[in-house]
């Protein structure tokens, strides 16, 4: 690098320097001149946002500088409270004005933590089918450090993980399984709920949320979803709150790395657009594939436990053989539409038999009737509850994968294996 380069790259710092100077002087000379004050300060502070501008959010003095302007922001407002004229109605003091807001700030705050709040909906990592090399590694990292401590004395336990995968995976039903089994308490954000149109809004849930939780007696668990939302990769055109709120998130990780209360786990399905400083932050990245051979076979069974399908080891061979490239939510909804088929045909029946518990069901060729049995009539005829539509087949399900849209390529596949790797 030339000498001029060298100056080019300095000459954000060198300023930086001669500000804080600026300032120093003023309070060696005892000058209480709050415009000038100010003055400095927000030169000091604009300094300061060329240098985080420039340098890679991964440097070693990162934290400090935001830190550094959070104070100086907080100097300039206690300079504009100076310079505003003396209150001379006693009755409309402006400290309890200041008061009556800090606590309604803090009240909306409490209120978004709350909200954040779900009760784990799978029990445990047993309802979920396949994902053996998933579960057995997230299991170490956060149920075993909690029910087995001995085990885990002496290191330092991993308190965050990254899991990446194609869509409908079970990503999120991981994060529920785990925080059943950990016992924690869940709390779910994503860029739904967590961004604010607010300026400054974003970082305040961010900064409130994480110091509640590190505060918390409670052992917790906080789940960003599609966290690729708001910390993609910088680029020229990105907004300013966006770069604040994602320097917020990582100062708030870099935090988090020696509290054993609190475990944070991050979910994306793209995992290539998220900004490198951010995927640094991770003590652990788990990859979540496409369900094999094997674990859609346990989708099958999982997702058809609780209904009456005839089917033969042979049709399930070949449904799992047809179903390649399935997640697992593909292969729920191959189900739904073919349990969906029986239901359907029951608009269009006209001819039904009563069965012997009362029922009434569509009548087939297959079927070894009674013609007193018989009933003709429109399915609004019928009563009530006493309705029963016919077994699923497997041609049902055949017919059905047609319609399903396959939500993974094989390009996408191996992006994710590449990434894996890395």
Known sequence: MSQEETDITLNPYFSAIECFEN?????????????????????????????????????????????????IIELIKLVETKMKPPQLNPHQ???????????????????????????PRINGLTEIAGLWEAKKLLKSLLVLPRSQPQLFMNRKASNSV???????????????ALAYESRAVLHC????????????????????????????????????????GFCKRRTDSEHEHSRRMKTELMCQISRMEENSNMFLICATNCPWDLDPAFLRRFQKRVYVPLPNRS?????????????????????????????????GSDISDLIQQALNIPILELEDTKIWKNCPDEFYEPVTTADDFNLEEIICCELSDLPACSVRARKVQPLDLINCLDSITVTVSKVDIKRYEVFNMK
């Open 23 to 71: 300032l120093e002087s003023l309070f060696h000379k005892q000058i209480v001149d709050f415009s000038k004050i100010k003055h400095e300060l927000q030169n000091s502070y604009n300094k300061i946002e060329t240098i985080m501008i420039t340098e890679d959010l991964n440097c070693p003095f990162f934290v400090d500088l935001f830190q550094l302007k959070a104070q």
């Open 295 to 327: 674990e859609r076979h346990d989708l099958f069974r999982l997702f058809t436990k609780h209904n009456d399908i005839e089917i033969s080891s042979n049709h399930w061979e070949y449904l799992i053989d047809k179903t390649e490239g399935f997640s």
């Open 189 to 228: 954000v994503s860029a739904g709920n967590i961004v604010s149109p607010l300026i400054g809004q974003s970082e305040k849930n961010v900064q409130f949320l994480f110091n509640h939780l590190r505060s918390s007696s409670n052992f917790s668990m906080l789940f960003i979803d599609e966290v690729d």
């Open 162 to 176: 990254l899991l990446f995968g194609p869509p409908g995976t079970g990503k999120t039903h991981l994060v529920h």
């Open 93 to 119: 003091p402006d400290i309890p004005k200041k008061s009556h807001q800090n606590k309604q700030d803090t009240e909306k705050l409490l209120n978004f933590v709350e909200s954040t709040i779900e009760t």
